[in-house]
């Protein structure tokens, strides 16, 4: 089956423990990124990566790493988590990263708490 | 720069009512625009689509027009049911560049009550 896999689903955890959000696509796309969402806000981006090897700071990056050794992998990382990092984050991917009229397919999503 | 604008929730309606979910857009040039939708606990799913001007998405009995003149992208249904219960997302793509990045309303949830 097609998908998009997040872990873990729920995490709470406390400022300054580092942490990593991982995300795995079985769909040979190029494009995969990060969002949170907010009350509110609506989805903001936090990074994306258009190939193995490259990736760019989306709207909202700081506080946040990435990495995309492979092509299926697109973890995040928070080296040293805050309480505004609260929230609900999504991976996403796509086939082409240059196609507009591509759809993304997310990930069921990743609730963190930080104390 | 692009933006997305939908209207504030909560829509609370009875089972066979009519939806409408207003969507207005920013944008220069000519995005693609797309509805999103969140089913409790999950991710978001692409419910339709349009490319171009005039163009009508539809899937699931949702319908949304592609208005250029009013840049707007209004989610309708003729008779919406329990299982709509969810949170719709507007959400467009510009076609000035190459970063496949969509940019989101805030969205609004949709409660349909028996």
């Known amino acids: 089956e097609a998908q998009v896999t997040q872990n873990p689903r729920y995490l709470i955890t406390v400022t300054g423990k580092k942490l990593t959000v991982t995300c795995s696509q079985n769909?040979?796309?190029?494009?995969m990124s990060w969002y949170r969402q907010d009350p509110g806000l609506g989805l903001r981006q936090i990074y994306y990566?258009?190939?193995?090897?490259?990736?760019d700071k989306g709207d909202v990056p700081e506080g946040y790493k990435v990495s995309r050794k492979e092509k299926r992998n697109f973890p995040l990382i928070l080296e040293s988590p805050s309480p505004n990092q609260t929230s609900l984050y999504f991976c996403?991917?796509?086939?082409?990263?240059?196609?507009?009229?591509?759809?993304?397919?997310f990930g069921s999503g990743t609730q963190l708490s930080v104390l | 720069g692009d933006s997305v604008t939908q209207m504030e929730g909560p829509v609370t309606l009875s089972e066979e009512a009519f939806l409408t979910i207003n969507c207005t857009y920013t944008?220069?040039?000519?995005?693609?625009l797309f509805w999103y939708v969140q089913y409790p606990g999950e991710g978001l799913q692409l419910l339709l689509k349009?490319?171009?001007?005039?163009d009508k998405g539809s899937n699931k009995g949702f319908e949304a027009t592609y208005r250029k003149e009013t840049t707007s992208f209004h989610l309708e249904k003729g008779s919406v049911q329990v299982s709509d219960s969810a949170v719709y997302f507007c959400?467009?793509?510009?076609?000035?560049?190459?970063?496949?990045?969509?940019?989101f309303g805030t969205g609004t949830l949709l409660a349909v009550q028996p």
């Open positions: 996403a991917s796509s086939k082409d990263r240059t196609a507009t009229n591509e759809k993304l397919f």
């Open positions: 769909m040979n796309h190029e494009y």
């Open positions: 990566s258009m190939n193995v090897e490259v990736t």
């Open positions: 944008a220069t040039g000519y995005p693609s």
């Open positions: 349009a490319t171009k001007a005039d």
């Open positions: 959400a467009l793509r510009g076609d000035g560049g190459a970063t496949n990045k969509l940019i």
